[in-house]
């Protein structure tokens, strides 16, 4: 996990937090940009999960940090500040979506059994694919795309999970879903995104592959 994510959770970065929070509603108002730094990418990456669209997502990452700083008070400390944040970004992606009908095309991919669960195409699991084999730019792009093709509701657990590392519990809280759902969405997606895949990496994960490394998908 890299450096930066593995200290956000902290109790040192969450006091920090409350200090932050504190002054910036006692009238500090330009410490709110240090408050919501770390999480700029956490923000645009949820907004570009559910909108599909990097002009759209900036603009509703940006909107959802403005109205975070607007409704600062009501912030409770019942969740961390950002599983808060990432709430806002949903919801206002999602209302952005809803106005735009960008959903109105069914995904072809979301393939169901009689009782409505996906059926991959054979039992490997989603960590069976090396991690070089992620790293290549070239799976990067089809990842992406591959993403772009799954039902939001698969899509947004993926990324916020695995790739912004958020909780199962923050996960659910951000979605406003039972963590049952968080962990049966996740499974299926990585299914789904491993069946998508398999093709362009020629069918098979062996784990013998060697691949140039460069940056993680995310």
Known sequence: MPEELSVLGSPATQFNEEVL??????????????LIRPYERRVFAAALAILRNEADAEDAAQEAMLKAFRHIHQFRAESRFSTWLIQITVNESRMRRRKEHADIMEPIVDQQDEEGNYTPRDFADWRE???????????????????????????????????????????????????????????????????????????????????????KPW
């Open 129 to 215: 694919i090396p991690l070089e084999t992620l790293e290549r730019k070239e799976v990067r792009q089809k990842l992406a795309a591959a993403l772009a093709s799954l039902a939001a509701k698969y899509r947004e657990v993926f990324v916020l999970r695995d790739m912004q590392h958020l909780s199962i519990e923050d996960t659910a809280k951000a979605l406003g879903i039972s963590t049952a759902s968080v962990k049966t969405r996740l499974l299926r997606a990585r299914l789904m995104l491993r069946d998508l895949l398999a093709p362009g990496l020629g069918g098979s994960w062996s784990p013998s592959a060697s691949f140039e490394k460069g940056a």
């Open 21 to 34: 929070i504190r002054r910036i509603r006692d009238g500090e108002r330009d410490l709110f940009y240090e």
